[in-house]
């Protein structure tokens, strides 16, 4: 039987690798796919808890779909601004993209 | 009645001028004939006031022990209880009199003098401002009401000086006049918040029980440091030594001004102030005998400078100084109404005396020095008549106004001490001699053939007339109405005329005359002469015995140098730690900033190290997760 420690488990590896791709990727689309699968271990998480804690409330699950609305608005705003530097630099790495320093 | 209506609303009198600077100064001006008229209209109604206000005084038997006194709450706080308000006595009503006459004098005459002047408008509003803060200043009931107006007197002294701005000088003369007297003021307003401290209240009247109660009980020593304190405020504003060194360069001001200044408003205010605040010098043997040798010093030591001045309005600034110390020394022995009767017949004839002076300088234009004149007297009679008027007068040659006061003076500081007896007669014969000097070099003698004087126009003449008459006869008029039972202190002086010492100082004016004919007039021994024998005397006071310099030394040495002092300090102590405290942060910033490296994942890497400690933190503190962390719950 699948319980809550499974789905948590998952999400948790889930979140793991993006955030491992966020600090190690080298381009920004890599990076901004990364926080796209941080942003979905949240999402299983949610609906785990949703399922399994409080079934007969959707609060969990209505938050998920927020969640999701949010994050393609962000993935528009951020492959615009990724277009941009590129046009701008001609590159996407982001080590590369270091003026604002000392 | 009308004097009972002037008795009750004498807060008009100073009100009146004020609002004829607002409207003039403020609306009026570019209209110079309404300006005039406005400002005029005014001093006539405070005038007309001011002598119903007198006129009240007799009919009402008020005297100096019984003033009319009427005040409002200006400030008050817990402790400091601070009226406004209107002090009717003899004394303040003499001045009133005084002042809004002379103002009015002045006025119509400045209609004259002023005329096609670019200023006129300007020129009205200030003198206007002036009469006002005089005629607020002679009606305080206390020190703080008395200080305001004191200090609105010493601004528009520098507003009036410094008329002129467009030359260099006058701007100097208004800068002068205003922070040597700010050294006098400076003491003044100490000694007024020593007397707070001492007595809590500042209120002349309740000033006069308390004082006399203070000396019987505590001795006089912190009273008379008070007294004197309070003193070097008419030391500033009376033009005494070691500050009169403003007053002559006051001449920088518009003649008209000069009358002003010196007959009837800001420096008499001076002597005005002691005589209000006699109940505090009067119990002080100390201070009065400073006051009395102030006096004195001041009175020989600035008429021997007039004698050798050759700007014709210098000479009459110096005679102002000397005839201020007067005043100060007949306060100084104890006599205010010999000052106040002093104060009021040379308000009279100096006015005279600077409105004829403006007159000569109105028809000779440009032409200050006394030898570059004379032969005056043919082209203009009417003002060689005045000038012989105010000559006579201040020489004290019987029947001439100040005849009668000199001689109250001389009376009284007979009385009490004959060195000062003999300092004051020997300034009388120097004060007769330089005057009969002026005069006679600029109206006597031969004209100047590139001279073309003409007489001054009506409206300079009437004041001329007006103050002549009142020269002549301001002296005898009071003195036969018994002007000693009104305006005294203490008890009513009933003293006539000494013959003795009438007589001993007619003669010497006469004599010092006769001497300035000789020397000036009748050709016989030449001032060049006198010039080369007593060449050292001559130059000492020709250069006004190099007070003016002295003081710039000073200045220069003391001043500067404690300024080049500080400077140092402040460069190398006070500049060298702030540098250090500044530097600080500085160092700070540069050892962190290394780290704003502007890789985005580094930071990423950083915040992420950071909340698992964090969480590490808490979950290893927090009772609750101990169990999870030993395995033990699931």
Partial sequence: MIGLVHFLTVAAMVFAIGLYGVLTKRTIIGILMSIELMLNAVNINLIAFSRFITPEALTGQIFAIFTITVAAAEVAVGLAMVFRVYYDRNTVHAARLDEMRW | MFSQYALYHAWLIPLLPAVAFILVGFFLRRLPSVAGAVSICMSLLSFAL????????????????????????????????????????????????????????????????????????????????????????????????????????????????????????????????????????????????????????????????????????????????????????????????????????????????????????????????????????????????????????????????????????????????????????????????????????????????????????????????????????????????????????????????????????????????????????????????????????????????????????????????????????????????????????GLASHEGLNVSIATTSTILSILAICLAWVIYGSGNVTSDSLVRRFSTLYKLSFHKYYIDELYLWLNHTFVDGTGKLLYWLELNFVEGMIKEVANLPLQLGNAVRKGQSGNLQRYGLVMFGAMLIVVAWLVLLNPLFKGIVSGGAY
Avoid at chain 2, 227 to 237: D, N, T
Avoid at chain 2, 389 to 418: C, N, R, W, Y
């Fill in chain 2, 50 to 489: 001011s002598l119903g206000v007198g006129y009240g005084i007799i009919a009402r038997n008020i005297t100096v022990d019984t003033p009319l006194i009427q005040k409002i709450s200006w400030v008050a706080i817990s402790g400091l209880n601070i009226d406004m308000g209107v002090y009717i006595d003899p004394i303040s009503a003499m001045m009133l009199c005084v002042v809004t006459l002379v103002t009015l004098m002045v006025q119509i005459y400045s209609i004259g003098y002023m005329r096609g002047d670019a200023g006129f408008g300007r020129f009205f509003a200030y003198v206007s401002l002036f009469a006002a803060s005089m005629l607020g200043l002679v009606i305080a009931v206390n020190f703080v009401q008395l200080f305001v107006f004191w200090e609105l007197v010493g601004l528009c002294s520098y507003l009036l000086i410094g008329y002129y701005f467009h030359k260099i000088s006058a701007r100097e003369a208004a800068k002068k006049a205003f922070i040597t007297t700010r050294i006098g003021d400076f003491g003044l307003l100490v000694g007024i918040l020593f007397l707070q401290i001492l007595f809590g209240t500042l209120d002349f009247q309740q000033l006069a029980v308390h004082v006399p109660a203070y000396a019987m009980q505590h001795g006089t020593a912190l009273l008379t440091v008070v007294a004197l304190l309070v003193f070097l405020g008419p030391i500033g504003k009376s033009g005494q030594f070691p500050l009169h060194v403003w007053l002559p360069d006051a001449m920088e001001g518009p003649t008209p001004v000069s009358a002003l200044i010196h007959a009837a408003t800001m420096v008499v205010a001076g002597v005005y102030l002691v005589s209000r605040a006699f109940f505090l010098f009067s119990v002080l043997p100390e201070a009065m005998t400073v006051i009395a040798w102030v006096g004195a010093f001041t009175a020989c030591f600035a008429a021997s400078i007039a004698f050798t001045q050759r700007d014709i309005k210098r000479i009459l600034a110096y005679s102002t100084v000397s005839q201020l110390g007067y005043m100060m020394l007949a306060l100084g022995v104890g006599s205010v109404t010999a000052s106040m009767f002093h104060l009021m017949t040379h308000a009279f004839f100096k006015a005279l005396m600077f409105l004829a002076a403006g007159a000569v300088l109105h028809g000779l234009p440009d032409k200050n020095d006394i030898f570059a004149m004379g032969g005056l007297r043919h082209k203009m009679p009417v003002t060689f008549a005045a000038m012989t008027i105010g000559v006579l007068a201040i020489s004290g040659i019987p029947p001439f106004a100040g005849f009668f006061s000199k001689d109250e003076i001389l009376l009284a500081v007979s009385q009490v001490s004959t060195p000062l007896y003999i300092i004051a007669v020997v300034t009388s014969f120097m004060t007769a001699f330089y005057m009969a000097r002026l005069l006679i070099v600029v109206f006597c003698g031969a004209e100047k053939p590139d001279n073309h004087p003409h007489e001054a126009p009506m409206s300079m003449r009437i004041p001329l007339v007006v103050l002549g008459v009142l020269a002549i006869v301001g002296g005898y008029i009071p003195y036969a109405n018994h002007f000693g039972e009104w305006v005294r202190f």
